[in-house]
């Protein structure tokens, strides 16, 4: 730093910026504002090193990857006694997700850009994952900046996330707030092709409930996971409706599927038609005939007794009978290589949560539901979220309306 001279009145702090290798000469007139930035531009030069691009001669030392700051952040978890369903979950996202892009950086070199978070988004969202799980990757990049600053591994005034967009709205499975146009869900007639597909293929995969599931969630708008947690139990049909208590999940890094209460907290009882209900009790009755209690999965994997057929099996399934349906599809664009190289080169738009779409549009137009009906079969937290994710008024809204007060 140096002090004024008879020529200038200012502090003058003159160093080379590591990122950008220019020249830089702040100017203060301050004595105070002066040592202030001599503080903050000598912090940013000690930590600049772990975030800086690495020359060839650097690589060979041993700097800090971004696998070294995952541990790092697993290690805070556990010192702040995170659940082991927590950690699991996020351990799973990073090694299945991230690390393949960037794991084997340095914290220097992911650092220096954004565009290795933007490339996991990006492929997270072409893959078709949820928008929550998409949201859960963005925090997950996010919170190791978060431990990278701590550490000082990654200085201040540099963000891999800044500007990364990871909260967008659904478009396909409107898990979020966002409206669900009549072209994001699938067609009525489309549905019973499905169901019919769904009768073919229990015939040569041996599960013969396809179609039942398919129906639950179809007439009733149950989660993929409530659906698999349905028990025999849980069949009324006097009434003519299901027991939704809990649900299954599938956390990435766990060893198995687990039970939970559904989404919400939302304990109800599910109207079905009787058509659906004839099904389920049959189904029921050959269950119990073979031997299964009571409190045994309605919906149960032959292969593995006790557990529900896993999500990518119930993803594979659907997107075969759904093809065979002659649902709408769409390319499939993936940036990271199949390890199977049998990655299909179209899939269905609508997925098998799409099916919870169709329940409310069908509840309410041709079972004659009322929404506030509607909201209550799924399970939604209030009336308001339902209107806000189906509802809109018709072209003619404004016409009709204006025709109705005309004569008030």
């Known amino acids: 730093m140096y002090g004024p001279t008879q020529t200038t009145d200012r502090y003058r702090l003159d160093y080379t910026d590591p990122f950008t290798a220019k020249r830089c000469q702040p100017r203060r007139v301050d004595q105070g504002d002066a040592f202030a930035l001599w503080d903050e531009t000598l912090e940013y030069l000690q930590t600049a090193r772990h975030a800086?691009?690495?020359?060839?001669?650097?690589?060979?030392?041993?700097?800090?990857?971004?696998?070294?700051?995952?541990?790092?952040?697993?290690?805070?978890?556990?010192?702040?006694?995170?659940?082991?369903?927590?950690?699991?979950?996020?351990?799973?996202?990073?090694?299945?997700?991230?690390?393949?892009?960037?794991?084997d950086m340095t914290v220097r070199e992911w650092a220096a850009s954004g565009e290795g978070c933007r490339e996991v988004l990006r492929s997270a969202r072409v893959q078709g994952l949820a928008p929550t799980t998409v949201e859960g990757l963005g925090t997950l990049m996010r919170?190791?900046?978060?431990?990278?600053?701590?550490?000082?591994?990654?200085?201040?005034?540099?963000?891999?996330?800044l500007g990364v967009k990871y909260t967008a709205g659904a478009t396909e499975q409107g898990q979020q707030a966002e409206f669900v146009r009549e072209e994001d869900r699938p067609e009525f007639s489309a549905v019973e092709k499905l169901i019919l597909t769904y009768d073919d293929l229990a015939i040569s995969t041996g599960i013969s409930w396809l179609a039942e599931r398919a129906l639950v969630g179809a007439h009733g708008g149950l989660r993929p996971g409530e659906r698999d947690a349905l028990r025999i139990r849980d069949l009324r049909p006097d009434k003519l409706t299901v027991v939704v208590d809990?649900?299954?999940?599938?956390?990435?890094?766990?060893?198995?599927?687990?039970?939970?209460?559904?989404?919400?907290?939302?304990?109800?009882?599910?109207?079905?038609?009787?058509?659906?209900?004839?099904?389920?009790?049959?189904?029921?009755?050959?269950r119990q005939a073979a031997g299964a209690a009571s409190d045994a999965l309605l919906f149960e994997d032959p292969c593995r007794p006790g557990l529900p057929v896993s999500e990518s099996k119930?993803?594979?399934?659907?997107?075969?009978?759904?093809?065979?349906?002659?649902?709408?599809?769409?390319?499939?664009?993936?940036?990271?290589?199949?390890?199977?190289?049998?990655?299909?080169?179209?899939?269905?738009?609508?997925?098998?949560?799409?099916?919870?779409?169709?329940?409310?549009?069908?509840?309410?137009?041709v079972a004659g539901f009322d929404w506030t009906d509607v909201s209550r079969a799924l399970g939604h937290h209030s009336v308001a979220f339902t209107f806000a994710v189906y509802v809109r008024s018709g072209a003619d809204a404004d016409e009709r309306n204006r025709g109705r007060l005309s004569s008030l």
């Open 52 to 103: 800086m691009p690495l020359s060839s001669k650097d690589r060979k030392s041993n700097v800090p990857t971004v696998n070294d700051l995952f541990q790092k952040r697993v290690e805070r978890w556990l010192d702040e006694s995170c659940s082991e369903h927590y950690i699991n979950n996020r351990t799973g996202q990073y090694y299945y997700r991230l690390a393949p892009v960037f794991g």
């Open 314 to 365: 119930t993803s594979r399934l659907h997107t075969a009978a759904a093809l065979m349906a002659g649902w709408e599809t769409v390319e499939v664009r993936s940036a990271l290589p199949s390890q199977s190289g049998l990655v299909p080169e179209r899939r269905p738009r609508h997925t098998n949560y799409s099916l919870r779409h169709h329940a409310a549009v069908w509840m309410h137009e």
């Open 246 to 286: 809990e649900a299954f999940t599938w956390p990435r890094g766990a060893d198995g599927p687990r039970c939970k209460a559904p989404k919400n907290n939302k304990r109800r009882q599910v109207l079905l038609p009787a058509s659906t209900m004839d099904r389920l009790v049959r189904l029921a009755e050959q």
């Open 143 to 161: 919170s190791l900046v978060t431990i990278g600053w701590e550490l000082r591994w990654i200085p201040l005034g540099h963000n891999p996330m």
